[in-house]
């Protein structure tokens, strides 16, 4: 599993209810036994001292791979504009070296640049036709002189530019363009320019002429490969990464991005897929389609990090809901106690005034009326369960009742609830990986292309707020979105 770097401390969440339902019923519905044995002494004290309830952590940055596709036809368009289409001129007579009575001069026609992409490099390739002429002037005599490539079959130069290609801070292209090959496009006859009576091949002087003549334009590439601005396409792949994105009926994946970071640049075709790292803090929410915001496109950034998200569950069941959980599990079941009996009504769940899990019971049977434990959940590492094992009596709020009936303050009522007071992990684990891998593979709107795989999902803990009862969750894994446009954005560009 990679990981991402921690940055700031986002709040990444979901609200939902439907399977947390099921497991706040489980709390009441474990073994029928009587739990461990407890201390009435610290019942007497439950209603004085209760610490504060845990925290909950501040969530990591998540990191996706982004590759992102780019067409350079339109930069390649650019090129064949700023690259002359002919070198060379025959009224200009070259001597072949010091002093020599020889001279030559050629004209070069470049033929369009044929273009294709190998990892990170573009490579343009063209072939120059060219024609030649050579001449002698002896001490005595007129000039001698010859020609080639004067009819319809000239002597034929290839040349290979390659030019890595890379982004910048500002979404422009950068380039270094170079020569790496330049030579005749064959070894026959019909690509050499070679004056026999004259001594004279000019062939190799042709290249070095061809070369010098390219050369003086790579500049030129460069900085027309500088001019080609991505951001209006950034722009589009920034806005369809900010878009919602829907896991099921009124649940949302909000990807969150805050920044693109180059990683690399490799190619296929006349495509160059850039390879990005996105800096992200998901967010997975419920209710109608959000607002789509999309935040202005922010510098291009350099990659410092493998990829990996972190994305913080919630999931939170409302006082009422679990209310009614804990009461159809709970109502009708019996407490014996020193030979006498009670039987549980309804039970009510709340957050106390100190922040904790408040249970109001109500009994019938030889006592009649409420009692009200409290305590915090928390997560057992050895078990893998949500539990509450310090429920105790709430003597703030029963001191009556249980001066009632002080048979009540027994260590078997509380173990009762305390043992029934758990929340096995395994169908949180199980419905928050499903709902992440519903939302890391699929394809949202022709455009987005989402695929993930988690690696974790690990409970940390239980936390008693104001609107319920909200149980966290880690999920750590890989995941990448792809963003490619749809086939008829293509064709009208």
């Given at each position: 599993?990679?990981?991402?770097?921690?940055?700031?401390?986002?709040?990444?969440?979901?609200?939902?209810?439907?399977?947390?339902?099921?497991?706040?019923?489980?709390?009441?519905?474990?073994?029928?036994?009587?739990?461990?044995?407890?201390?009435?002494?610290?019942?007497?004290?439950?209603?004085?001292?209760?610490?504060?309830?845990?925290?909950?952590?501040?969530?990591?940055?998540?990191?996706?791979?982004?590759?992102?596709?780019?067409?350079?036809?339109?930069?390649?368009?650019?090129?064949?504009?700023?690259?002359?289409?002919?070198?060379?001129?025959?009224?200009?007579?070259?001597?072949?070296?010091?002093?020599?009575?020889?001279?030559?001069?050629?004209?070069?026609?470049?033929?369009?640049?044929?273009?294709?992409?190998?990892?990170?490099?573009?490579?343009?390739?063209?072939?120059?036709?060219?024609?030649?002429?050579?001449?002698?002037?002896?001490?005595?005599?007129?000039?001698?002189?010859?020609?080639?490539?004067?009819?319809?079959?000239?002597p034929r130069i290839v040349a290979?530019?390659?030019?890595?290609?890379?982004?910048?801070?500002?979404?422009?292209?950068?380039?270094?363009?170079?020569?790496?090959?330049?030579?005749?496009?064959?070894?026959?006859?019909?690509?050499?320019?070679?004056?026999?009576?004259?001594?004279?091949?000019?062939?190799?002087?042709?290249?070095?002429?061809?070369?010098?003549?390219?050369?003086?334009?790579?500049h030129d590439i460069d900085a027309?490969?500088?001019?080609?601005?991505?951001?209006?396409?950034?722009?589009?792949?920034?806005?369809?990464?900010?878009?919602?994105?829907?896991?099921?009926?009124?649940?949302?994946?909000?990807?969150?991005?805050?920044?693109?970071?180059?990683?690399?640049?490799?190619?296929?075709?006349?495509?160059?897929?850039?390879?990005?790292?996105?800096?992200?803090?998901?967010?997975i929410v419920t209710g109608p389609?959000?607002?789509?915001?999309?935040?202005?496109?922010?510098?291009?950034?350099?990659?410092?990090?493998?990829?990996?998200?972190?994305?913080?569950?919630?999931?939170?069941?409302?006082?009422?809901?679990?209310?009614?959980?804990?009461?159809?599990?709970?109502?009708?079941?019996?407490?014996?106690?020193?030979?006498?009996?009670?039987?549980?009504?309804?039970?009510?769940?709340?957050?106390?005034?100190?922040?904790?899990?408040?249970?109001?019971?109500?009994?019938?049977?030889?006592?009649?009326?409420?009692?009200?434990?409290?305590?915090?959940?928390?997560?057992?590492?050895?078990?893998?369960?949500?539990?509450?094992?310090?429920?105790?009596?709430?003597?703030?709020?029963?001191?009556?009742?249980?001066?009632?009936?002080?048979?009540?303050?027994?260590?078997?009522?509380?173990?009762?609830?305390?043992?029934?007071?758990?929340?096995?992990?395994?169908?949180?684990?199980?419905?928050?990986?499903?709902?992440?891998?519903?939302?890391?593979?699929?394809?949202?709107?022709?455009?987005?292309?989402?695929?993930?795989?988690?690696?974790?999902?690990?409970?940390?803990?239980?936390?008693?707020?104001?609107?319920?009862?909200?149980?966290?969750?880690?999920?750590?894994?890989?995941?990448?979105?792809?963003?490619?446009?749809?086939?008829?954005?293509?064709?009208?560009?």
């Open positions: 599993m990679r990981h991402g770097t921690t940055a700031r401390a986002p709040i990444v969440r979901s609200v939902a209810s439907g399977g947390l339902v099921a497991l706040l019923a489980v709390m009441a519905a474990c073994r029928e036994g009587a739990g461990p044995a407890v201390s009435a002494r610290s019942a007497l004290g439950a209603g004085t001292s209760m610490p504060a309830p845990p925290v909950p952590p501040a969530p990591t940055m998540s990191r996706f791979d982004v590759p992102l596709a780019y067409d350079f036809t339109e930069a390649l368009t650019r090129v064949e504009r700023v690259v002359p289409k002919t070198f060379g001129s025959l009224a200009e007579m070259k001597p072949t070296g010091t002093g020599s009575r020889t001279r030559y001069a050629y004209v070069a026609t470049r033929g369009p640049f044929t273009a294709f992409a190998r990892d990170g490099e573009v490579h343009l390739r063209t072939t120059l036709a060219y024609t030649a002429r050579g001449s002698y002037a002896p001490p005595f005599g007129p000039t001698l002189s010859a020609s080639c490539g004067t009819g319809a079959v000239r290979e530019l390659v030019a890595p290609l890379t982004l910048v801070a500002n979404w422009h292209l950068r380039s270094k363009a170079r020569i790496a090959s330049l030579a005749a496009a064959s070894t026959d006859a019909r690509d050499g320019c070679r004056f026999s009576f004259l001594s004279i091949d000019v062939t190799g002087r042709v290249l070095d002429a061809a070369r010098q003549g390219i050369e003086k334009h790579l027309t490969v500088g001019a080609v601005d991505l951001t209006r396409q950034a722009t589009g792949w920034w806005t369809h990464l900010n878009a919602p994105i829907r896991l099921a009926d009124d649940v949302w994946l909000l990807l969150r991005p805050s920044r693109l970071r180059l990683m690399g640049v490799h190619g296929e075709g006349r495509t160059l897929n850039v390879a990005a790292g996105l800096d992200a803090y998901p967010l389609r959000p607002t789509l915001i999309v935040p202005p496109l922010p510098p291009l950034g350099t990659d410092t990090a493998t990829a990996g998200f972190h994305v913080a569950l919630e999931g939170t069941v409302d006082y009422a809901t679990a209310s009614r959980a804990l009461t159809s599990q709970l109502r009708g079941k019996t407490v014996a106690i020193a030979g006498r009996t009670v039987r549980v009504g309804a039970v009510t769940a709340s957050r106390s005034i100190h922040g904790r899990l408040a249970l109001t019971v109500a009994f019938t049977g030889d006592a009649v009326g409420d009692v009200q434990f409290v305590g915090t959940p928390r997560m057992n590492r050895a078990t893998d369960q949500m539990v509450v094992s310090d429920l105790d009596f709430d003597l703030t709020t029963n001191s009556q009742l249980i001066n009632a009936y002080a048979w009540l303050r027994s260590d078997v009522l509380l173990g009762f609830f305390r043992e029934r007071a758990r929340l096995p992990s395994a169908p949180v684990i199980a419905q928050g990986t499903r709902l992440i891998e519903l939302g890391l593979n699929r394809t949202v709107g022709g455009v987005l292309t989402l695929a993930g795989r988690v690696d974790s999902l690990v409970v940390l803990g239980v936390y008693v707020e104001p609107r319920g009862l909200t149980v966290r969750a880690l999920v750590t894994g890989d995941a990448s979105v792809a963003v490619r446009p749809k086939r008829r954005q293509a064709a009208r560009r």
